[in-house]
């Protein structure tokens, strides 16, 4: 009797949690950008995934080797259980570099190469967005077939110059080729430049594989520059972003990781906030 009890208990409270996760917008674990971590991975890279590890984070995206090989990255992570989804680069180490760019993202064990900047001066131009395109559908091309990587490129704000009916970042999305060019969402600088994140995941779809989380202060007013002070990144749900909106519609596009990146100085202080606040969040 006291047996089957405890199963019925058990089984309560299994169907309990089931029912819970059920009803949460995001019952993952978020990935981590190395880049909000970036001063402690370069001072102790094993320490400091020893934190990630213990806040639960396992899925990781690397913008920097950090003075390190990609095959000791490699081991520090199998030892605490945790990958590298995403390898992100350079622009001119992506072209010039491609073969070695490749071998490292391998290493890591990443299926992602990722560019978060496209060099320019002065505003992104319609010149500067068709070379980018051309070089993007080239380069996504190799890593594809001849090293079985996806490319994704990650907007930076600038590229939402009004173009046609639309805007430049349009342009890039239609005529990047699918089979070799995704893109990787960040959603403070898809919204400072006055675009809408939750719509361009609904406009695009599957087009965005990978996403960045983070969230602008209050009273800031964004532009087309592609920069503001790191001290405006904020805890998210704290900002000015809609974070449920963008959640919902980045779900139904299948996007399949999502990192937190918080370049703020008080990242630590920020990033525990953030994570309880996804985890808060109701479909």
Known sequence: MIKQTFFSL???VLFTLQLQAQEMLFPEMPGMVSYTYRNSLSKDLPATLDTLQQMGITDMEFSNLFGHTAADIKKELDKRGMHCSSFGVGYKDLMEKTATVAENAKTLGAKFV???WVPHKGAFSLEDAKQTIADFNAVGKILKEEHDLTFAYHNHGYEFEP????TLFDLMIRETNPDYVSFEMDI???FFPGADPAALLE???NRFKLMHMKDLKK???GNMSGGTPVENDVALGTGQLDLPSILKAAKKAGVEHFYLEDESPIYYQQVPKSIKYLQSLKK
Request: aromatic fraction near 10%; charge should be positive.
């Open 163 to 166: 173009h046609g009916e639309g």
């Open 203 to 205: 406009k695009y779809g």
């Open 114 to 116: 990722r560019v978060a």
């Open 188 to 190: 403070l600088w898809t």
């Open 10 to 12: 058990c089984a309560v």
């Open 219 to 221: 009273g800031i007013v």
